[in-house]
């Protein structure tokens, strides 16, 4: 069976795919001054290369998948499909000129447009019909202007430090973010394809569960429908009746049923004692959740972190 070829970025973003492989079981570790990473599954295999680079090398063939900015695949012109857009590093590509150039200069003159996107930069400015000389970059564009260039076409993720240089966003020409992508011809073997669309059910639950927690809290019977009625969640909420000795040892879900509308339908003294209650919710929310919780009732209340959530 042949192994799976992916292609690491190289660089910032390299830590953020490792750490999306270890969300997902895949350990992927790097020796030092060495570009094959160790993978600990029989049937990935792992190449480290620039970001710029990796769009192209996918086009041709050499390797099946991998994982870059949506901006190198534009600026390359790679003929490769996307799988799934990771969400991080993301960034703007901008044009930003001195902030004492105003717009009209920048149509009165030829000017010297500096900028690791040659082909993006040179699409943009025949766009908008202003005469420029392309000067390729190699890093640190922003030390251009005024002296060497009169605008830079550049990646930013705030505009900071395009503010600390003296510099002014002329336009925002598009919007980046690490992505996963594969192959066309990995795509049209099946057994890969596999493979690859078994990779993105993994990151797709790793990213799901990012930014959530459960939520496990116990309610009397009393006040279950009241407590159900105000919880935000995932999907309907996972509800199971106490164990209550007088039901004679009826273990959870032993003679209750929960309905799809919250409410619950209870046989003999199953559940009489309350209900278990868990729900996914966002981080962001619990501050504000957990008095409104014990409001509606809850009680013996744990949070804990998701490690993947398959929607």
């Known amino acids: 069976m042949d192994k799976l070829k992916i292609l690491l970025p190289k660089g910032r973003i390299y830590e953020n795919v490792v750490e999306l492989f270890a969300g997902a079981g895949i ?26 680079n990796i769009g192209k090398l996918l086009e041709m063939g050499a390797h099946d998948c991998g994982f870059t900015g949506r901006d190198w695949i534009d600026e390359t012109g790679a003929d490769v499909e996307e799988i799934m857009d990771l969400g991080f590093d993301k ?24 900028t690791e996107y040659e082909h993006i930069a040179r699409r943009w400015l025949d766009g908008r019909k ?19 260039a009169d605008m830079i076409i550049d990646n930013t993720a705030t505009g900071r430090t395009l503010a600390e240089n003296g510099l002014r966003i002329v336009e925002t020409i598009m919007e980046s973010s690490t992505r996963f992508f594969a192959s066309k011809a990995a795509l049209a073997n099946p057994e890969k394809k596999r493979k690859i669309m078994e990779l993105k059910m993994l990151f797709e639950a790793v990213l799901n569960a990012r930014g959530r927690v459960m939520l496990e809290m116990n309610v009397s019977a009393e006040n279950f429908d009241k407590l159900v009625r105000g919880l935000p969640s995932m999907r309907s909420p996972t509800v199971s009746p106490l164990y209550s000795a007088q039901s004679g040892g009826n273990a959870a879900g ?58």
């Open 27 to 52: 350990a992927v570790k790097l020796p030092e001054r060495a570009y094959r990473p160790i993978v600990n599954q029989d049937d990935l295999e792992a190449k480290v290369m620039k970001p710029q």
């Open 91 to 114: 960034v703007r590509i901008v044009a930003a000129v001195p902030s004492a150039l105003n717009d009209e200069d920048l149509k009165s003159k030829r000017i010297i447009a500096a």
């Open 130 to 148: 202003i005469q420029a000389v392309v000067l390729r970059t190699y890093g640190a564009t922003e030390v251009f202007p005024p002296d060497d």
């Open 254 to 311: 032993a003679s209750d049923s929960v309905q799809t509308d919250g409410s619950a339908q209870t046989s003999g003294s199953a559940g009489a004692s309350g209900f278990a209650v868990k729900i996914a919710v966002k981080q962001s929310d619990v501050p504000a959740l957990l008095p409104r919780l014990k409001e509606l009732g809850a009680t013996d209340i744990l949070e804990y972190e998701l490690r993947k959530v398959l929607a």
